[in-house]
């Protein structure tokens, strides 16, 4: 027995137990199931059940084993006459209301109220009065819908709102009989979090509208694997019926999501079965064979002086690993870009060496966010570091002028990041920075190089998190997609690696570093770049300057364009293949941490789909080049011979319980550079406002649009700004605003202003604008430092 463990027994056997534990989880863990309906493991406890009632030696009464922690020489017994009496009645007084409409219930066939009935019920009741009714079901909110007749005032959903996602919009109303869960007048169930109380509740009280009346639990296979709704690598059971995916739930891993999903990841799978797939290869808008698509695109590359890439940071590592080997061994080319200028430089995030992970923000003196607001872009991130501060007595620092929902919890915001410094944060304890592009009108360098300063001035106390948004652009990075690194986050420079791929790769590759993804569109532009591919990347959209990313597609004499669905970009396609998408194809993903995952199949591709490793490698080998990466399996074989980080990503790491936490990859040989003086900050025209410009967790983007249910929670094309520049511009919420930029310099970048509806703000920083992207409106240029001119349209 060690110092943190205590001998206790339950139902006479004498086991080892965590000191300080609760007896319902220490009973568990030793094989002892005492049945429960609102104790979880990851809320507090309440005990307002009964149901875990047991009897303790030296204790009065019986006692409910979620609320009593263990201690040495504790004797339980969960099984004497007096528990089965109290469960027995505790059962049969929830039935008294609860419907028996298990049969069109989508909780019948995995509900705890009816395993729990079936194992420690009476057996018959003696109930014979009328049941109540209510009008059923209630819109609790888009996408949770209410039966109140089937609550049992458990409150895991009150409590999972409150306390793990803090949004206390629902709560228990009226009283006795008629005690049920309602919202709150004018303050409907908008959480980011919703989804979560659905999965909790133990009874069907609350059921997802997606799923509702969908499915029946022995119609449906699941699959465990990761979401790719953000970078964040959240582990679910991705549930299919018919060959449609039909719900995603969380899978609890302490070192990653806690099981907890935002509702984005949750509800993400419909655009799998969304009608407007891409099912056939086209070219120039006709429909094609696999074999002409691949025959077009290799005489293209064959002929080609230049060949360049973007995309590949929604692809898995391998097929990351096959577009970085294909452009470097068979285009002879070292631009490629997996990052739409719109993230951190490539080799800051490979030079990381002690990164920070989840676990490391939980035991953090303090947390320093320089980054997006993390509940909109990264949402189980921000619940992980909302947890620690409120849990765990982490102290927060916000840095660098973007609004966040974890303001309120701040020991200190400083307005820029200059205003932040090693002084400030706590002299003792470990410190995570958190460190991210903010807004598009953010320099990336400028962020970087505060970064490295304020490391380097806290020595070893420090561990930086570089965060990236889209969903595998750690892995990509690591696979090689940047323009002056190799897989395994070395720079084209190293001759190390160098020999070590050409042992494996067999061919002849460039050396010199390439160019990033808005160099490779000036180029194109100019007309230097003769084939460019775009793989799951929508530049006419998601780039900064559209006017240029549109400019580079149309003086492109070949573009081939891989994706799941038309897009602004794909109408420059003179090649266009349909892609394999989330839920569709096997292979591995690496979050922010360094933590690769699984990602597993649950579907088939409809049409002729197929993964992008596959396109690459036919390519490849009509060029004659011997490319290998013939299977998932074999691709991450190959990393791990050539990608020294990767060495322990063998497939019976990444299976079984312990493979779901994933396996974390070790640094590369790369180092921060200190960044020595920080050049000194702009200064705010007079009367102009500073811009930041976003992400949203809902937006029209390609994928949640697709999504029903989540296409309807887009704001729409606002513009938030706080409610003392609003009155100084004489603006009222929901009246239209006219944006245009400030002084003579960036007139040019827009063709006209931009218009959008205002929404006055108190959480917007007074001097700024926050513009959410990807709204549905026409996409304007986002340059860095912009400032724009703000009056009313009317």
């Given at each position: 027995m060690t110092a943190e463990s205590v001998s206790i027994t339950i139902d006479g056997r004498e086991v080892q137990a965590r000191a300080g534990e609760l007896l319902i989880a220490e009973a568990e863990r030793n094989g002892v199931y005492i049945p429960r309906f609102c104790w979880h493991p990851r809320l507090r406890s309440v005990a307002m059940c009964r149901m875990c009632l047991v009897e303790i030696e030296g204790m009065r009464g019986l006692q409910p084993a979620c609320y009593v922690p263990v201690k040495e020489g504790m004797e339980v017994r969960t099984q004497t006459d007096a528990v089965r009496k109290v469960q027995e009645g505790v059962l049969?007084?929830?039935?008294?209301?609860?419907?028996?409409?298990?049969?069109?219930?989508?909780?019948?066939?995995e509900c705890p109220l009816q395993d729990h009935t079936l194992a420690f019920g009476p057996g018959e009741s003696r109930f014979v009065e009328d049941k109540r009714h209510f009008e059923k079901p209630i819109e609790v909110s888009e996408l949770v819908l209410l039966d109140r007749e089937r609550c049992i005032q458990c409150a895991r959903c009150t409590r999972v709102a409150a306390e793990v996602a803090g949004d206390a919009l629902i709560d228990f109303g009226s009283r006795g009989n008629n005690l049920h869960i309602i919202t709150f007048p004018d303050e409907p169930f908008a959480s980011y979090f919703s989804g979560n109380t659905v999965q909790v509740c133990p009874v069907g009280a609350l059921t997802a509208a997606p799923y509702r009346f969908r499915a029946r639990p022995w119609d449906v296979t699941a699959v465990e694997t990761t979401c790719l709704a953000c970078s964040v690598g959240c582990r679910g059971a991705l549930y299919e019926t018919r060959n449609e995916a039909i719900r995603l739930l969380g899978v609890d891993v302490d070192c990653v999501n806690l099981g907890w999903l935002c509702d984005k990841g949750r509800f993400g799978y419909e655009f799998t079965a969304a009608e407007d797939r891409l099912e056939c290869p086209r070219m120039d808008g006709e429909d094609i064979t696999w074999g002409e698509a691949i025959e077009a695109t290799a005489i293209a590359v064959e002929s080609a002086a230049s060949v360049a890439a973007i995309g590949g940071a929604r692809l898995t590592n391998e097929g990351a690993y096959a577009l970085s080997k294909f452009m470097r061994v068979v285009a002879g080319s070292n631009d490629v870009d997996c990052q739409l200028d719109d993230g951190l430089p490539a080799r800051?995030?490979?030079a990381v060496q002690d990164r920070a992970t989840f676990e490391d923000i939980d035991t953090a003196a303090a947390v320093v966010l320089a980054a997006p607001d993390l509940k909109e872009e990264l949402p189980v991130l921000y619940l992980r570091v909302r947890r620690a501060v409120l849990d765990h007595g982490t102290a927060l620092y916000v840095a660098g002028g973007a609004q966040?929902?974890?303001?309120?919890?701040?020991?200190?915001?400083?307005?820029?990041?200059?205003d932040l410094d090693a002084a400030d944060?706590?002299?003792?304890?470990?410190?995570?920075v958190v460190v991210g592009r903010q807004s598009l009108t953010q320099d990336p360098e400028h962020l970087v190089a505060w970064a490295s300063v304020l490391a380097e001035r806290l020595g070893g106390r420090v561990k930086l998190l570089p965060v990236l948004r889209r969903a595998n652009a750690h892995g990509a990075i690591d696979m090689g997609l940047a323009p002056d690194l190799r897989p395994g986050r070395v720079g084209t420079e190293d001759p190390t690696a160098r020999d070590v791929l050409a042992a494996t790769w067999r061919g002849?590759?460039?050396?010199?570093?390439?160019?990033?993804?808005?160099?490779?569109?000036?180029?194109?532009?100019?007309?230097?770049?003769?084939?460019?591919?775009?793989v799951g990347a929508d530049p006419v959209a998601d780039f900064p300057d559209p006017d240029l990313a549109r400019e580079a597609l149309d003086r492109t004499p070949n573009v081939i364009v891989s994706d799941l669905f038309e897009t602004p970009t794909t109408a420059f396609a003179d090649v266009l293949v349909p892609a394999a998408g989330w839920g569709e194809i096997n292979g591995t993903v690496t979050n922010v941490e360094g933590r690769v995952q699984r990602l597993a199949a649950a579907v088939v591709p409809p049409g002729q789909a197929a993964s992008d490793s596959n396109f690459f490698r036919e390519v490849a080998e009509r060029l004659g080049v011997d490319f290998g990466c013939g299977t998932p399996a074999a691709t991450l074989?190959?990393?791990?011979r050539v990608v020294p980080a990767y060495a322990e990503t063998q497939p019976s790491a990444l299976r079984?319980?312990?493979?779901?936490?994933?396996?974390?990859?070790?640094?590369?040989?790369?180092?921060?550079?200190?960044?020595g003086v920080l050049p000194a900050p702009s200064e705010t025209r007079d009367g102009a406002l500073a811009v930041r410009a976003a992400r949203t967790l809902y937006d029209m983007g390609t994928l949640v649009s697709r999504c029903p249910s989540l296409a309807q929670l887009a704001p729409g094309p606002v513009v938030r700004v706080n409610p003392a520049d609003a009155q100084r511009l004489g603006l009222q919420d929901g009246t239209e605003a006219v944006l245009r930029p400030a002084g003579d310099g960036e007139a040019a970048t827009w063709?006209?202003?931009?218009?959008?509806r205002v929404v006055v703000d108190a959480g917007t920083h007074e001097g700024t604008v926050f513009v959410p992207l990807n709204q549905g409106d026409v996409p304007v240029a986002w340059p860095p430092g912009l400032e724009v001119d703000v009056e009313g349209a009317g």
């Open positions: 049969e007084y929830l039935l008294i209301n609860h419907p028996l409409d298990c049969p069109v219930c989508d909780r019948g066939g800051f995030v490979a966040t929902g974890l303001d309120r919890f701040a020991a200190r915001i400083a307005g820029r990041l200059e944060l706590p002299a003792d304890g470990d410190i995570v002849e590759f460039p050396t010199e570093p390439g160019r990033g993804t808005r160099e490779i569109l000036e180029a194109a532009a100019a007309g230097e770049i003769d084939v460019l591919f775009l074989a190959e990393i791990r079984g319980t312990e493979g779901k936490k994933g396996v974390m990859v070790g640094p590369g040989p790369l180092a921060v550079e200190a960044a063709a006209e202003p931009l218009r959008r």
